[in-house]
């Protein structure tokens, strides 16, 4: 019989093996819509590659044409049969536009959360809608 502490470790070593293969398929699908993140050169988005015990790949996204129904609906479909798991897609350009205010999407297997609030956004994005979302409020999800 396991101890408890070694069912903790096998679960999260469980949990970290799939988030890093997870972490590998959103890098190479957002990799074919944009640029990823570098200090040296122009972005679109960086995936967050630290792992800290939440079931969630964290990807902050600096041009909105990234938030494409497309282009969700290809990150819902690598999490689709990963029950507990959701991709954080956050609009992040709260460092490049003053009073930008934290919103995202919530991208879990069966559902999107949507807190995006699209009067920030130019008119060519305020139109994305994603099937099967609901609404939700930032800080509320």
């Known amino acids: 019989m396991m101890s408890e502490r070694s069912d903790k470790d096998l679960d999260y070593g469980k949990q970290l093996e799939t988030f890093e293969h997870l972490l590998a398929h ?3 699908l957002m990799g074919e819509f944009g640029k990823p993140f570098s200090a040296s050169e122009d972005n679109d988005f960086l995936v967050v590659g630290d792992y800290w ?4 790949i964290k990807i902050e996204v ?4 990234l938030f494409h129904p497309h ?3 290809r990150l819902q479909s690598l999490i689709r049969k ?6 954080v897609y956050s609009a992040a ?20 959360i ?3 609030q699209r009067q920030y956004f130019p ?4 139109g994305f809608e994603y099937e099967g979302s609901r609404r939700g409020v930032e800080g509320q999800v």
């Open 62 to 65: 600096f041009n909105l044409a």
């Open 71 to 73: 282009i969700v609906q």
């Open 26 to 28: 959103v890098d190479r």
């Open 53 to 56: 015990g939440n079931r969630q």
């Open 114 to 116: 949507d807190t995006l």
């Open 93 to 112: 350009l709260h460092d490049r536009v003053p009073g930008w205010p934290n919103m995202g999407l919530y991208i879990r297997p069966h559902e999107i």
């Open 123 to 126: 008119k060519e994005f305020q």
């Open 82 to 87: 990963m029950a507990g798991w959701e991709i």
